[in-house]
């Protein structure tokens, strides 16, 4: 069974920056896509940082709001995807999800959260001002 587990989450001030973690437990497939996704109160759950990858090839996909302060990368040994977010602002605020599915997204669907199959719990970024 997969299973993704954030951390990471906390409140700094705007400026400022974190790493999120997510980290995977029974995911097999040698292709595969995450997504870190965000949700903040009474909005929609955006998709803000993608990875395709297979035996050869990375694809990465940005949200417009994030791209130059946000980076996704992966470390395949800890079976860890993380999200490096610099230059924090109080619109960042939000639960943060990281999302699985075994199989190569391409740009058009990356930051789609109804593709994604596995999700786990979030942790929660606020930015104050």
């Known amino acids: 069974q997969v299973q993704l587990v954030e951390s990471g989450g906390d409140s700094v001030q705007a400026g400022g920056s974190l790493r999120l973690s997510c980290a995977s437990s029974?995911?097999?497939?040698?292709?595969?896509?995450i997504g870190w996704f965000r949700q903040a109160p009474g909005k929609e759950r955006e998709g803000v940082a993608a990875?395709?990858?297979?035996?050869?090839?990375?694809?990465?996909n940005y949200a417009d709001s994030v791209k130059g302060r946000f980076t996704i990368s992966s470390d395949n040994a800890k079976s860890t995807v993380y999200l490096e977010m610099n230059g924090l602002k109080p619109e960042d605020t939000a639960m943060y999800y990281c999302?699985?599915?075994?199989?190569?997204?391409?740009?058009?669907?990356?930051?789609?959260?109804?593709?994604?199959?596995?999700w786990g719990q979030g942790t929660q970024v606020t930015v104050s001002s």
């Open positions: 029974g995911f097999t497939s040698s292709r595969y896509s």
């Open positions: 999302a699985a599915e075994g199989r190569w997204l391409y740009a058009d669907s990356q930051l789609l959260a109804h593709v994604y199959t596995y």
């Open positions: 990875m395709s990858r297979d035996s050869t090839t990375t694809s990465t």
